[in-house]
């Protein structure tokens, strides 16, 4: 309820009322005028009550009477009255219904009761009101109030003085807050102030307005009070102390800063009062020394003296902290004698004070911001800031070095408790038990020896002080140990704080700002205010040094985790302070600091000596001292949580790290993690220090670079704490989260943080040289960290990254190498897979970028390095393939960097990459990458290592051959539309453009690459590589050959197949015949494979087949080519050297290409068939599907019919050329030169070998020489039309031989017909094949050939000899079959040679002779030759020998054979008798005859009678052909033959016995039936009626009178003979005989009756006659066969029985 609602003034009125009566009751007895005046006042307030509305304001003009009763009551000096009185007055007072002159009245009865001593609590009480209610008191009457209070204060009641002093306080402020009161109503309206005089008048305040007169006045005072002077205003103070005026003044200060500010009476009041007074009250502690004799000073005040000391320090602290800029010249003495009271010299007491002052401006950083600049950055005034900041540091030191010395207030000894009680008595300061510190947990500083324990003195950011506050204390108290440190620390601390986050607040303003501008200015620079910075960099300057050595000391001594954290937290802000400051020297030497601290004490680093060498030399002198930066004391007595070995190069045992170590590292580490941006080039000393923490603490990198503990048998030196075990987890966590953090930082941080890992990878590597000591990872690791978070700027540091990392690679430490390549490869992986923007498709050189440091790696040594490159390849493959895109030479190339000498493992990971390329990834690359994976395919192929991986290479090399197939269109245009963009380029540059291959169009190109890999392949040494290549090479030109160009042809068959087929020649030749015993490992290896020369053979044989297959298959194309010829000859000439190869494999397989290039057929006209439709496009239809499909590879679908292939390839290059003239031309030169080929080749490999034969001598196969000769007539065929008599000379050469060749024995059961069975072997019959081709074109050809036949008979009848004279070949000797049963073939000697069973060929030629015979004997040549005599000729040698030919059948064959041969001949040499050409036909017949029919041989013992029979029945064949072929015809015939024939038959027809046939077989050898024809042949020729010569008819004559006679005798000597035997049987050849006799003389008889009688002669008649009684003597004979015999002879005779006849008629006739 307000003072002046209705019912407050209602209530006041009564209680007013009440008083009064109160009043008057009590001095109804006593005082009577008091009742009266009580009395009257009831009626006065009645009145005014009823008289006036406002009744405040009529009590308030009323006052002094309505005051007056109760001013009377307190003037009976009765208490009970006077409390009644003054409580009712002060209810007027809180009513303000006082006046000034009731308020002055007051007063004055308040004085009187205070010198009275009466009611003195009351009367304070009373004043307050009064002066706080309302301001009516004022000038003297308010001067006479306080100065009341002040008297009050000095009572003897301590109660009073204490109410006094508050309420001097009070009152004091109250004054000054009217002052503050009226400036704010009077703050709107300008006042003309007079100006100020200049002169010292302390009364010139006419310009102030009241209240602030009263305030000058009252602080005027004050100041003079204090100064023991005289006050002006303050009249009647009796007493003051110095203490509380200095209390006053403070108070004022301190609360109304702003009257001193604002009115310059005031500030006047300030600088010419205030300042000289404190500094003259300062006077004896400047002056004062501690332990100077009290003699030397003049007077006793000198001393200092402890109340007055620590007020005059609040007043300072007040000054400066309000008025700074009023009294900078003071201000800069105040600070200056602050500095000095640090002093080690001043008492106790001073300088702990001193130290809270100095600490209450640690906590203002304005404040020591404007120090800075008012002091520090002025040129001749003193560094004041510095020398603060200094002080405290050497305050601090000064605790260390001298401890308590002189102090009679401190601890003496250190085991006795302190007053303060803040040491219990159980903390002894230093122990005094070795090195062995104090057992308790207090927080404390302890530095070589001196315990120092350290209190809580206020909470962070104020400086809450403890003996500035002690203002009841009189005697200077003792100060607890350790106090003056608590307090210097926190100051310290407060002091970076407050700077550090003053600083950077204004920094943020300022990125703010600049942010702002560039927003709202983009074109225009911010450019920041120098002044500001400045300023800042001056004070940084300032104050490091004293900080950086106090807070060095500190942490080194420091035994507390907290204090610890704090020391370091200000070492952290002040280095990351300096560093956004780009102050480079001060910030490293912070963090050299916290550097050292983390490591063990006296740890040799390098980088950090160095950089303190420079800081310990400086001295910093802060007035007269020297403050040394204390280095670090060994002995400190810290926990120790690890011990582990230092990463030197040489081992120095271990090293020990304590918890202090690792509290260091996490901060260090915070450093690095928040702070990274400022670093720059401390990065080295941070790192450097991490990686020497880490080796101690044995983390060891693991996957992505993180940092793991290491396992716990790392070293028998590294011992770990449980206590640091659970802080490792986190110190790794912290640690990869400083790298991850490194993405935050700009460019050039990050660049200096990447040149500081280098750096220090450096040298790790130089420590792990030529020692095997586990090296230090902990750069690499990191950089791969680096690198891994930073992907999205990776380009800026991508080279100086990888650089470093491929040095690393190349380090002969594995262990290092390998993380190395780790990091490499991690950090390519990560590249390539990081969605870069733009994306890495669209920004080729990002891509290569990222690529290239893999390709580096091919130039490691080191096979892990290999092996982590290719791994790495491999993944990227897996995951990047697709989009690899222009990296794709960069990866082959690193497939493809393979050596031999890097064994198996390492191959066999870069081929799997390959065959990832391959089946996947061929229609993602440009295709001008395609010809890269040829090459790389190839040198897969070429490495040795590993044979398999060779031999799937070139699968491979098929399956990219198939897949250039299947996008032939597309891959063309491609490298098309490349090639042009080269060409321009080339053009610009004005070079010509190089390309292996060059004319040929690009795509052709790819597979000239592709044939000449698979070329090369196609040498290698290894006989399995050659034979996959071949195989694949020509299964690749045959399957798609059809793609290329004409012209690329060319560069096919010149520089790929010759090439290849002269390479393999050469190596074939010159291979080595050594037996290779077994193929590597267990691998037996076939016999027909056992040397490299045979495995070179195969390599050849497969190389020749495959080029002839092409000329066969391509012909037509290749034809065009224009140098088809000299192509032609050169294959050819491969052909002759391989088939006269020493090698049957070779040589045969020689023969078979031969043979398929001449199987040429020229195309059928018709292309309706698809098969000859191919087959004329040179695209054999055998050859399409089945090689793509059983390619090396898998087989591949073929999605195009034939048909369409046909279209699509049926360019011009196809077209098959009209049969016209020129081919024709053209080809018989390609005949002749086969001819001439086949020639070569046959002379040469039938040759006989010349000298004695050595056993090194080759002889030619039968398969081959069977396949050779099996050339000719398909060759003939073709070069029939001039074939000459001199070519077939040169045929005859090598047919004869060929036949003459021998078989080896081991080959000859193979090859040899059973000696019984009459077969042919291949080549006998090829050989007569070839001869019959030619007879029948001779048959069908022109005239003009037949004179080749008599040839042919001759080469035939050369072969019919060997029936009985097999050929020699050369000198060599040979067993033959003939004396060799079949079962003994196989033991012969093998390096025997075996001739053949030359029969069955001979035999077969005889038939073909007769049948070519049969056919040609009326030619002229065969006339003109004398080929019938040569063909009897040659039969006389097995007819001559008869039984004795090698083979039974031949002579019967030949009987045969000249009995058909004459029975076509004969005629035709009748009928050419006159020519001549058959004279000596004649004598070679009769001799033929001759040798048969009486043959010198004789038949074989076992002979069988039905044989003997064929046989005669053979002889009386050829006579039958005698009687009817010849001699009819004699006169055509020469008589000398015909005499040798009549011979002949007389021979035949007298039978001579041959005396060794038995008696029962006897009758049958005879050759009964043989004499009888000859003898009725012989009879028919003498009675034949054509005799046209006398001569003739003689000798038949003669013939017959001859046998006659013989007859004659035998007869009759047989009848002797029967005689004289008597009963004795004769000699069976005797009765033979005389049967012979008999049986021919019937036949004579039989052939006498045939014959006309007068062709008879008489002669004859005569001796037949004679016979007649011959014979009948020989009835008398016994043997009965001979009876039967005579019985046919004499019944002929009966004829000549008849009457004779008149000798008249006789005559006549």
Known sequence: MSTSSPEAVKKLLENMQTDLRSLSMECKKKFPPVKEAAESGIVKIKTIAA?????????????????????????????????????????????EVVSEAAAGNIINMLWQLMENGLEELKLLQTVLVLLTTNTVVHDEVLSKAIVLCFRLHFTKDNITNNTAAATVRQVVTVVFERMVAEDERFKGIVEQQPPVQGNTNRRSVSTLRPSAKDAYMLFQDLCQLVNADAPYWLVGMTEMTRTFGLELLESVLNDFPGVFLQHQEFSFLLKERVCPLVIKLFSPNIKFRQGSSSAASPAPVEKPYFPICMRLLRVVSVLI??????????????????????????????????????????????????????????Q????????????????????FIVPNAGNAAAVTAPAGGS?????GTAQGGPGTGGGSGPLTTQAAFEYRGTWIPLMTVSVQGSAKATYLEMLDKVEPPSIPEGYAMSVAFSALLDLVRGITSMIERELAMEDEAAAEFREAHPEHEWKPQPEAHLVWEEMVSACWCGLLAALSLLLDASTDETATENILKAELTMASLCGRLGMVTPRDAFITAICKASLPPHYALTVLSSSTANLSSKAYSIQGQSVQIISPSSESHQQVVAVGQPLTAQPQGTVVLTAKNIQCMQTLLNLAHCHGAVLGTSWQLVLATLQHLVWILGLKPGVGGALKPGRAVEGPSTVLTTAVMTD???????LSRLFESSQYLDDVSLHHLINALCSLSLEAMEMAYGNNKEPSLFAVAKLLETGLVNMDRIEILWRPLTGHLLEVCQHPNSRMREWGAEALTALIKAGLAYKHDPPLAQNQRLQLLLLNPLKELSNVLHADIRQKQLECVLQILQSQGDSLGPGWPLVLGVIGAIRNDQGESLIRTAFQCLQLVVTDFLPTMPCTCLQIVVDVAGSFGLQNQELNISLTSIGLLWNISDYFFQRGEAITQELEREEEALQKQAQEKGETLNRPFHPAPPFDCLWLCLYAKLGELCVDPRPAVRKSAGQTLFSTIAAHGTLLQQPTWHIVVWKVLFQLLDCVRKSSTTADKEKIESGGGNIL???????????????????????????????????KLGDFFEAWEVLLNHIQSAALSKNNEVSLAALKSFQEILQIVTPVKDLDKAGDALAAMGVPPVLIDPLSASGPGRPLVRSDSLVERLTRYNGAELQAPPPGEESALEDSALWWSAWNTWYRTGTDSTRPPSGPTEKLSFIPSQPFLTALIQIFPALYQHIKAKFSMEDLKKLGVILHGAVSVPISSDASPFILPSYTEAILTSLQEAVLTALDVLQKAICVGPENLQVMYPA??????????????????????????????????????????????????????????????HKTACHKAVINEKVLQNIIKTLRMPLGLKYACPSESTWKLAVTSLLKVLSIGLPVARQHASSGKFDTMWPESANAFEDFLFTKSTPPDNLSIQEFQKNEAIDVEVVKLISTEILPFANFIPKDFVGQIMTMLNKGSIHSQSPSFTEAEIDVRMREEFSKVCFETLLQFSFSNKVSTPQEGYISRMALSVLLKRSQDVLRRYVEDERLSGRCPLPRQQVTEIIFVLKAISTLMDSLKKTQPENVDGNTWAQVIALYPTLVECITCSSSEVSSALKEALGPFKDFMQPPVSKVQNGES
Request: proline share 4%; aromatic share 10%; hydrophobic share 45%.
């Open 321 to 378: 902290k309000h008025f700074y800029t009023l009294l900078v010249t003071e201000c800069e003495i105040f600070l200056s004698l602050l500095v000095k009271f640090l002093d080690g010299e001043k008492p106790q007491w001073l300088r702990a004070v001193a130290v809270e002052s100095v600490h209450r401006l640690c906590v203002q950083p304005h404040l020591l911001c404007s120090f800075c600049q008012s002091y520090d950055m002025k």
């Open 380 to 399: 001749h005034s003193t560094k004041v800031f510095r020398d603060i900041v200094n002080a405290l540091g050497s305050f601090i030191q000064s605790l």
């Open 1352 to 1413: 042919i008979f001759e080469q035939l009848l050369l072969f019919v000899e060997f029936s009985c004279k097999p050929p020699q070949y050369g000198r060599m000797e040979t067993k033959h079959v003939a004396n060799a049963k079949y079962n003994q073939i196989q033991l012969f000697a093998p390096a025997e040679w075996v001739a053949l069973n030359y029969v069955p060929f001979a035999e077969r030629s005889l038939e073909v002779v007769v049948d070519l015979y």
């Open 1085 to 1119: 290896i076939h016999h027909s494979r056992d040397t490299a020369e045979k495995q070179w053979a195969e390599t050849w044989v497969l190389t020749l087949a495959g080029v002839a297959r092409i000329f066969n298959t391509r012909r037509y194309l290749l034809q």
């Open 51 to 95: 008289r006036n509305t406002d009744i405040l304001a009529a009590l308030k003009e009323n006052s002094s009477e309505v005051v007056q009763p109760f001013l009377m009551g307190c003037g009976t000096k009765e208490p009970k009255i006077t409390q009644l009185c003054l409580a009712a007055i002060q209810r007027l007072m809180s009513h």
């Open 728 to 734: 490792l987890p986190i110190i790794s966590n912290i």
């Open 419 to 423: 007053g303060s009680g803040a040491q």
